[in-house]
């Protein structure tokens, strides 16, 4: 237990593990985008804020850096992970204009891109992506947000004119919260049910023009303003409503369904849901854009509050000259610390989930192979996953990073309001969280066979006769690694040490496994009442009365995969100070988790009491160890100074020292004043707190 | 186990109970405060939003219903709890005009009411209640905050010119945060530290002129802004500094300490920190006041997040004709209730702070008793803890209720947003809450008999040598109530139902007794390290070490005064079916914080493992019986309907009835056109999940 770290750490060694496969996307962002124009701008209007932004969206695609994702011949890189990486740079900048750019280019272009086919290419990608043509992605409605496939918009085909009429029948099937609406937007990629022939082929995707050249709404679409909102500012959120719109032929994005001009509906994929669903797996990089973008902005909080807890002080302290530093203090360490291990776990895993997007979407869209439905469904669960735990981690540690600066943190200058404000929303967008914790449940549930992403319905699979699925983990990246530790640690857990990093991993599979196997057990005990002739069970209830259960499940599985995660990326450190810091920060990731949910661990035997309190005596002892290196764990960040725009940054430590300054002077007059009293003889009385005597 | 709740409660039974002692005052405030022009406003400018609340608050003054608080003589009516409760209302509306309020009258007007004598009453009250001195209430300074003691502005008493010498000696000693000093204030209390005669008296408070007539800052006033906040936009929040402003002796609020013409001190407490903690203990009102209005946000925003989860559907589910409410699931239920059940538990506590101090008040105040010194410091320690668990439960809840309306509830239109923002910084003003827990902490360490509510060091206090207090817990107003419960437990534990109110009560018991005796044992062991002379304890480790266990006692202590509060309120009930409701309401406070704190109770042997997964089943079953009753709660909080302004709740019971009378009507027209085909035939190609065969 005792620390063998070194007293110095060299944090460019921890910024180069961090850094991973897209180094050169992370470096090219800090070098290009330092210029002061991307930084936040506090105290705007909603105009101005959407002005700035819309501007500084046309000068981000004038630099030409917005392509990484697009296809070469249309001047892109195809490079997924890439564009996804920059995304994440982007948002240690201003998050509106993030927001914008994954609209634009991810969501729009991106739907255009990958649901379209060549001539849509050709018409409008060039456009696209160079901001000539603003464009909007309308597929969540006020009545249906995570519910997507029962969308109630409708378009339906008619042969006679060979166009579609695009219509919303009432308010629920408005489209809601679209960004680039409200001003900007000249086209939508809108989603409805397609109807032709008579038939309902399910969701499909329409481009649409919506403004004219003027920018005035076209003949047949009603646009509405979101109006202001808690954050994001400079992004234009609006509403869209269209009546009996005629929409041609081919502006159907047909690459996965096509609509002759007879009216004939053909598919190479004959399942209509698990066609929808292949249709929007296509866009995982939204998900995993915006994981990797509350990422960034938790970095930043906590980079600002680390650096302000080591130079501002708080209250005098027995046998200090000088008042405590706010980082000294257990309850302090023990807000940060274990929130900045988390941030390090969580970068590794989603650098993981990064390449694993990028390896899965260059093979089928540059090398033209098939698609792997079950790794694509399980890149789709593990973007939903990190996704959460990206997000929600984001809201509670910007909150504690606020209030870890006290009244500093409420101030807009020092940034941090405008990080909680905008980042709010990433809970509930690109998915609502607790939607995609079920849409986690029911892959682990069905082994990913039949969960096609969707996000309703882990209730549904109950029914599958086959349900009775072994609980079985997939091993991440790292298996051969993870797997050593495992086996390495000897039999009886209560001997092993806290420290062990394999009795850690097996704790968070053994939660895993036994949590994914009771759900699995109450489902189908469930499921047997609910067809009892005397005293059946409402369907519904079958999956309501689990669904916590069944949510834990999910949280115990990502919980496993950030950890392994965070294994895997200690292996690329060189640096063996590094190492043994990330070894050290993993140790407090994985005990404050289990501290955390400790309550579960002792239910069910994997902690006796006296483990489980020596278990918070370890966790206090890492933060012990970890103190020192507080700052060198924000700075392996790599974030440049000049993207900070915190003002309390430039002015505490100055301060700070002005006021010791100060005060020594005036202990030295003091002093002297007293020279030919006792010694300290006329500080009883003072309000120092150090020498008033004890209980006073 | 099984539900013996009526169909139906009646709402104004609940609220009956809920307005207690001062429901004169809220009656008054809901037939009056209903003029829209109390609603919060959106998207405005800093500068619109100042200008809005300083009318209002002229405006407010108008009413008379500002004065409650102050003397009679002056036209007001001498009612502390009244002063706090109507706070308390006006925080249902716009809290800028709240925090604005309570700048003015509570903390300004207070200061001066409490801390001056008769000339600054006679001079300066009248001018205050009516608005036409708008004021500052200048403690806290940019480098100390919560640490008021060790303030760093002086003010010098110079003989010759029978004036003191107010100073700013550097830039961390600059008051910050300061209410109403941006723009509107006119005159401060500015509290310092006094020297006369050369020798230092502590802190002190003087009525200083800051802006003339015109509203320019007078000669050596430099006046800032904060600039905009993240949230509280028509506050204007501004830094103060002194550059040696001459402030004439009368202007000394000399209540606790004078300063006669030649300089000498003289004051009816001798002990300077005693002195300091008399005169801050007057000021108690401001951090009731803060507790209770974030009370009424969190209210608020449970209203609207409850009574949108009651009409919003979201997926379909088999058995049932339309999509699910939200309010139905298992998991938002979770969500919701027992935040529900806490605020009620909290609103119970608030309202018997507020009576007692009240009644503390105006035996001193009114009736010129002695102050009682054991009751002051337990009502410090009161209204800290209340503050404390009332702001984070705010922060908590209304993060949680912005996510359970989803994206709606990110738009400013339906108040969120706003309730979020403004009530932020309630977890860090007026003392921040880590501050305020030791502050909590150090009372239960020393029986209140050293504590003075001193914010800094319940440290220093191991150091008296008496610190072995036994740990005895004080009863709450309902103590003969509470102890015929407890002893009302048959012996074991473990045969006792979960939802036996004496079971529950000594679990909230047994836990703050046994951590408190534990932080007393480690402080003493850690004291006698700390003398060891071989390996002596740094004096700051003897303290710093324990901090999360001393906090956590606080925490315990904090919850077990609530639930007492919450048991007491339900005999307030006459309506048996109100008194049925909250009594199973209450069933969910108490289980559910066990059940959030179930590690603790399973490590100290109080919960077996098989009666803490019990205790999940419990609280679940307990969601189940108080779903139906989720919109009959919030009413009960007799928030008037034009106070809420959130668009949702006007719009979504509408849309979702449309859509309903839609999906009908398309149904229909479906089966009458398949008429021909077996039933449900052309039904099996639809998106409705109902028909979409399982695994699909």
């Known amino acids: 237990m005792t620390s063998t770290l070194p007293r110095t750490v060299d944090p460019a060694c921890l910024q180069e593990v961090l850094d991973g496969r897209w180094a050169h996307v992370r470096r090219d962002a800090r070098e290009q985008l330092g210029d002061p124009e991307y930084a936040p701008v506090y105290g705007e209007s909603v105009q101005e804020a959407r002005e700035r932004v819309t501007r500084l969206a046309g000068e981000l695609a004038a630099t030409g850096r917005v392509g990484l994702g697009f296809p070469k011949e249309y001047g892109g890189e195809a490079d997924a992970g890439g564009s996804v990486t920059s995304i994440e740079m982007l948002a240690y900048g201003d998050l509106s204009l993030m927001v914008k750019a994954g609209v634009q280019w991810g969501l729009f272009g991106g739907a255009v891109q990958l649901l379209g086919t060549r001539r849509h290419h050709d018409a409008y990608l060039p456009d696209i992506m160079s901001f000539a043509l603003p464009g909007c992605f309308a597929m969540t409605e006020t009545g249906h947000g995570s519910d997507v496939q029962q969308l109630r918009t409708t378009c339906t085909y008619d042969p006679d004119t060979r166009t579609f009429d695009l219509h919303t029948p009432h308010e629920a099937a408005r489209k809601d919260y679209i960004g680039n609406a409200a001003k900007d937007g000249r086209m939508a990629v809108v989603f409805a049910q397609l109807v032709t022939q008579?038939?309902?082929?399910?969701?499909?995707?329409?481009?649409?023009?919506?403004?004219?050249?003027?920018?005035?709404?076209?003949?047949?679409?009603?646009?509405?303003?979101?109006?202001?909102?808690?954050?994001?500012?400079?992004?234009?959120?609006?509403?869209?409503?269209?009546?009996?719109?005629?929409?041609?032929?081919?502006?159907?994005?047909?690459?996965?369904?096509?609509?002759?001009?007879?009216?004939?509906?053909?598919?190479?994929?004959?399942?209509?849901?698990?066609?929808?669903?292949?249709?929007?797996?296509?866009?995982?990089?939204?998900?995993?854009?915006?994981?990797?973008?509350?990422?960034?902005?938790?970095?930043?909080?906590?980079?600002?509050?680390?650096?302000?807890?080591?130079?501002?002080?708080?209250?005098?302290?027995?046998?200090?000259?000088?008042?405590?530093?706010?980082?000294?203090?257990?309850?302090?360490?023990?807000?940060?610390?274990?929130?900045?291990?988390?941030?390090?776990?969580?970068?590794?895993?989603?650098?993981?989930?990064?390449?694993?997007?990028?390896?899965?979407?260059?093979?089928?869209?540059?090398?033209?192979?098939?698609?792997?439905?079950?790794?694509?469904?399980?890149?789709?669960?593990?973007?939903?996953?990190?996704?959460?735990?990206?997000?929600?981690?984001?809201?509670?540690?910007?909150?504690?990073?606020?209030?870890?600066?006290?009244?500093?943190?409420?101030?807009?200058?020092?940034?941090?309001?405008?990080?909680?404000?905008?980042?709010?929303?990433?809970?509930?967008?690109?998915?609502?969280?607790?939607?995609?914790?079920?849409?986690?449940?029911?892959?682990?549930?069905?082994?990913?066979?039949?969960?096609?992403?969707?996000?309703?319905?882990?209730?549904?699979?109950?029914?599958?006769?086959?349900?009775?699925?072994?609980?079985?983990?997939?091993?991440?990246?790292?298996?051969?690694?993870?797997?050593?530790?495992?086996?390495?640690?000897?039999?009886?857990?209560?001997?092993?040490?806290?420290?062990?990093?394999?009795?850690?991993?097996?704790?968070?599979?053994?939660?895993?496994?036994?949590?994914?196997?009771?759900?699995?057990?109450?489902?189908?005990?469930?499921?047997?009442?609910?067809?009892?002739?005397?005293?059946?069970?409402?369907?519904?209830?079958?999956?309501?009365?689990?669904?916590?259960?069944?949510?834990?499940?999910?949280?115990?599985?990502?919980?496993?995969?950030?950890?392994?995660?965070?294994?895997?990326?200690?292996?690329?450190?060189?640096?063996?100070?590094?190492?043994?810091?990330?070894?050290?920060?993993?140790?407090?990731?994985?005990l404050s988790t289990i501290e955390a949910d400790k309550g579960w661990f002792l239910e069910h035997g994997q902690l006796t009491a006296a483990r489980s309190k020596a278990l918070t005596g370890t966790v206090n002892a890492l933060l012990g160890e970890l103190r020192p290196h507080m700052v060198t764990l924000v700075d392996g960040f790599g974030i440049p100074h000049v993207w900070k725009n915190a003002a309390i940054l430039e002015e505490e430590a100055g301060r700070q020292e002005a006021m010791h300054r100060e005060d020594t002077a005036a202990q030295d007059a003091r002093l002297r004043a007293a020279g030919d009293t006792a010694p300290g003889g006329s500080r009883d009385d003072t309000a120092t707190s150090v020498d008033v005597p004890p209980g006073q």
């Open 198 to 590: 008579g038939e309902p082929r399910g969701v499909h995707a329409w481009l649409v023009p919506i403004r004219d050249e003027d920018g005035n709404p076209v003949p047949g679409v009603t646009i509405g303003d979101d109006g202001p909102k808690a954050g994001l500012l400079g992004v234009d959120n609006g509403r869209l409503t269209f009546d009996h719109v005629r929409v041609p032929r081919e502006m159907l994005l047909d690459r996965y369904g096509q609509v002759a001009e007879d009216g004939t509906y053909t598919s190479s994929i004959e399942n209509e849901t698990r066609r929808f669903f292949t249709m929007l797996g296509t866009l995982v990089r939204g998900r995993v854009s915006v994981g990797g973008s509350a990422g960034s902005a938790t970095r930043m909080a906590l980079d600002i509050a680390v650096r302000y807890g080591d130079v501002r002080r708080q209250f005098a302290a027995p046998g200090r000259d000088r008042e405590i530093v706010l980082n000294d203090y257990l309850v302090h360490q023990r807000k940060l610390l274990p929130a900045l291990a988390t941030s390090y776990a969580l970068a590794f895993a989603q650098e993981e989930l990064v390449g694993t997007m990028h390896d899965v979407q260059t093979a089928v869209h540059e090398h033209g192979e098939a698609v792997d439905e079950a790794a694509q469904r399980e890149l789709e669960s593990r973007a939903a996953g990190l996704k959460v735990a990206n997000t929600w981690h984001a809201t509670r540690t910007i909150q504690t990073c606020r209030e870890a600066c006290g009244g500093a943190g409420y101030l807009a200058e020092n940034r941090l309001p405008q990080l909680k404000a905008d980042t709010d929303v990433f809970t509930t967008f690109e998915g609502d969280n607790t939607v995609l914790l079920q849409l986690v449940a029911k892959g682990l549930l069905t082994g990913y066979r039949d969960a096609f992403g969707s996000l309703d319905g882990w209730g549904r699979v109950a029914f599958v006769a086959d349900l009775v699925r072994e609980a079985v983990l997939e091993r991440t990246a790292a298996r051969g690694l993870i797997a050593r530790l495992v086996d390495a640690v000897p039999g009886r857990d209560d001997d092993v040490p806290l420290r062990d990093r394999g009795w850690q991993l097996r704790m968070f599979e053994f939660r895993e496994k036994h949590t994914l196997e009771g759900a699995i057990r109450r489902l189908r005990r469930n499921a047997a009442t609910a067809s009892s002739p005397t005293h059946p069970m409402e369907p519904f209830a079958v999956f309501n009365s689990v669904q916590d259960h069944v949510l834990r499940t999910a949280q115990a599985h990502v919980d496993r995969i950030v950890l392994e995660a965070f294994v895997a990326g200690i292996e690329r450190a060189a640096d063996p100070g590094a190492r043994a810091l990330l070894d050290t920060l993993c140790d407090l990731y994985a």
